[in-house]
């Protein structure tokens, strides 16, 4: 079993940052895929960014250039820097690793970017 805990969401002015952790009860050794996903109110589930298998990394094109995944692998622990972040941004941020044939996700942080 494989758990997975969120933190660091909050409120934040338009323009401003935060850095999203995600521990893992498991190793997470860089071949492993992890990533991390959002979901606004009354919208889908959708990609934000993502290590592949070997650790190559995914994003999409709304937070190219402002959003950074990196992980720890001492610490279990992933990571999302957020920059430049927009109202648009407003989501419940989850973070996944599918794992043995099982796809695992947290339980989510709420960012909020509203002025």
């Known amino acids: 079993q494989v758990q997975l805990v969120e933190s660091g969401g909050g409120l934040v002015r338009p323009g401003g940052s935060l850095r999203l952790s995600c521990a893992a009860s498991?190793?997470?050794?860089?071949?492993?895929?992890m990533g991390w996903y959002r979901q606004a109110p009354g919208k889908e589930r959708e990609l934000v960014a993502t290590?592949?298998?070997?650790?190559?990394?995914n994003y999409a094109d709304s937070v190219k250039g402002r959003f950074t995944i990196s992980r720890d692998t001492v610490k279990n622990t992933m990571y999302l820097q957020m920059n430049s972040l927009k109202p648009e941004d407003t989501a419940l941020y989850y973070c996944?690793?599918?794992?043995?044939?099982?796809?695992?996700w947290g339980q989510g942080t709420q960012v909020t970017v509203s002025s």
């Open positions: 498991v190793s997470i050794f860089n071949v492993y895929p």
């Open positions: 996944n690793h599918p794992r043995d044939s099982t796809v695992y």
């Open positions: 290590f592949t298998t070997y650790g190559t990394t």
